[in-house]
């Protein structure tokens, strides 16, 4: 891709951001009003109720990591050296996001939409009216953790392999629809973990495509060091 092409796709990259933001802002409490409208009183004790809170538990961190290690002893299997360096990509990349994600949600202070009318909507911070918020899950609504860590696991799938990745793509967005419905969080905040997650996933899958062998090969040169020290050692 020349420069100009480059450029072009970031200015219309960026521009989409701003635009995906700026409406998910715009139309939050809409959002979550149909929803409540369409659910009803009787809406955790329904059956997609069950079912959307069982489809979130999956962009739970230990949820990935254990579908990284399965997919990691498959490809090793299979002899696949391409698919361990995208499934190791996919968990970096899914640790990394979900850390920013939860590293800011802790200090934002807003609220979740399900909290509605108890607690007025709003960005409280870290500290409110002499109580300190962080830890304080009514106030841990921004950004979306699980979607983070679904969206950056798949982001590298996508950059890597993208017919697979747009199939990964599915279950991550169900995750972050599904963190909406039952009101874990607003649509925003689903909205600024995508875009934070991907931008993670493609640096961190470009470091590995260009510098992930060279790491790799110095790292076990330093342990093979490390080794062959402490058996001269142990021999004296």
Do not use: C
Request: a positive charge.
């Amino acid at each position: 891709m020349s420069p100009t092409a480059r450029l072009i796709l970031i200015i219309v990259l960026a521009l989409a951001s701003v635009t995906a933001v700026t409406l998910a802002f715009r139309y939050d409490h809409d959002i979550r009003k149909a929803l409540v409208t369409a659910q009803g009183k009787k809406w955790k004790k329904s059956d997609d109720y069950k079912f959307y809170t069982s489809v979130r538990k999956f962009g739970d961190y230990p949820q990935i990591v254990a579908l990284a290690i399965v997919g990691l002893l498959i490809a090793w299997k299979l002899r696949s050296r391409e698919w361990m360096r995208i499934l190791v990509a996919a968990l970096i990349a899914s640790t990394l996001a979900g850390m920013l994600a939860n590293a800011s949600r802790l200090t934002t202070g807003r609220t979740r939409p399900r909290e509605s009318p108890k607690i007025e909507q709003g960005f409280y911070g870290p500290w409110h009216n002499g109580k300190l918020l962080i830890g304080d899950p009514r106030y841990n609504s921004f950004p979306s953790g699980h979607t983070a860590t679904a969206f950056g696991f798949a982001g590298v799938v996508l950059f890597a392999s993208p017919w697979i990745g747009i199939a990964a793509l599915v279950p991550a967005a169900l995750i972050a629809w599904a963190s909406v419905v039952i009101g874990a969080h607003h649509p925003s905040d689903v909205v600024i973990s995508i875009i934070l997650s991907l931008i993670v996933a493609f640096f961190v899958w470009r470091w590995v495509r260009t510098k992930g062998d060279l790491t790799w090969l110095l790292l076990v040169r330093k342990a093979k060091q490390i080794r062959n020290a402490r058996k001269k050692a142990a021999g004296k």
